[in-house]
């Protein structure tokens, strides 16, 4: 019997409502999970860009150099490792200046360095001053040079920038579940007396609860579609100024966790959105229906 009440005209139209209002509020999280992914890769920029700068010995003879090169290559904070001899530099620094300071000086006194490039997931604070005194331990090795302060400032700007992008993504989530419940609990509305009347005739919670749930989830499916649909629609429509911003989106999988983001929260907020609102006229007295 409660399968046949999904059948009619006004059903229908509910279902269609219930599907239109869950997918502008799936649309509004898929914009949501945009901006995250957006702030996670810039996040990632700038703690990619963290360099430690190695100054080699002098008698360091250049066998050592590349076995030291490739060691560090081979550890797994490094993302890219520069070799810069003597000579290099000296050239680098004459350029800057405009003149050629190795005549004048009679020698050049720039040693040769490892620029090191370190991974984001090694930026932290505590993990760079590990792998500085494990790279001052190497007799090859006469300094160790990185930015201390600008890496923790640019450290404590990211976390600030996390915290407030967390906080605005928890409280639009919260609004998306209100008002998804809200919505479904509405469409469920018209039925309660029948959610009534086969609780009374011995019907159990979960042979009540079972349709509706199939339903909602069904109905979270098709919102979910519909709001990525609209979604890459918007981005095809104003891809000449979103141009940045989609190309990020196809970088390491991203497209993909948005699409999976907005299918798990639409077939979950749905699920659990319609199991509250069935519970709720199951527990709620026959008298107080009307």
Do not use: C
Not at 249 to 266: A, N, T
Request: no cysteine; aromatic share 10%; net charge negative.
């Amino acid at each position: 019997m409660a399968k046949s009440t999904f059948k009619t005209s006004a059903n229908t139209i509910s279902s269609l409502s219930t599907i239109v209002g869950i997918t502008l509020v799936l649309v509004l999280v898929g914009t949501l999970l945009i901006v995250g992914l957006l702030g996670s890769s810039v996040t990632s920029h700038y703690r990619g860009q963290v360099v430690i700068q190695v100054m080699l010995a002098d008698d360091v003879q250049e066998t050592e150099i590349q076995h030291l090169k490739k060691h560090v290559e081979g550890e797994p904070y490094a993302s890219q490792v520069i070799y810069l001899s003597k000579e290099e530099a000296a050239a680098m620094m004459e350029q800057e200046l405009g003149e050629e300071f190795v005549d004048f000086l009679g020698y050049n006194p720039l040693p040769a360095s490892l620029d090191i490039h370190i991974k984001p997931e090694f930026s932290e604070e505590n993990k760079i001053a590990e792998i500085v005194t494990a790279l001052e331990e190497n007799a090859a090795i006469n300094e160790v040079v990185f930015q201390h302060d600008l890496l923790r400032q640019m450290n404590a700007n990211l976390s600030k920038w996390s915290i407030g992008i967390s906080l605005v993504g928890i409280v639009l989530l919260i609004i998306a579940i209100v008002l998804i419940v809200n919505t479904i609990q509405l469409a469920i509305f018209s039925q309660r007396f029948i959610i009534k009347s086969m609780q009374l005739v011995g019907a159990t919670h979960w042979f009540i609860q079972k349709p509706f749930i199939r339903r909602g989830l069904w109905f979270g499916f098709l919102a979910s579609l519909f709001a990525l649909v609209i979604i890459f629609l918007l981005l095809y429509s104003f891809r000449g100024e979103l141009q940045d911003i989609i190309n990020i989106l196809q970088e390491r999988s991203r497209l993909l966790v948005l699409i999976g983001g907005v299918l798990f929260i639409g077939l979950f907020l749905s699920g659990i959105a319609t199991l509250y609102a069935v519970n709720r006229f199951i527990r709620t007295e026959a008298s107080k229906l009307y």
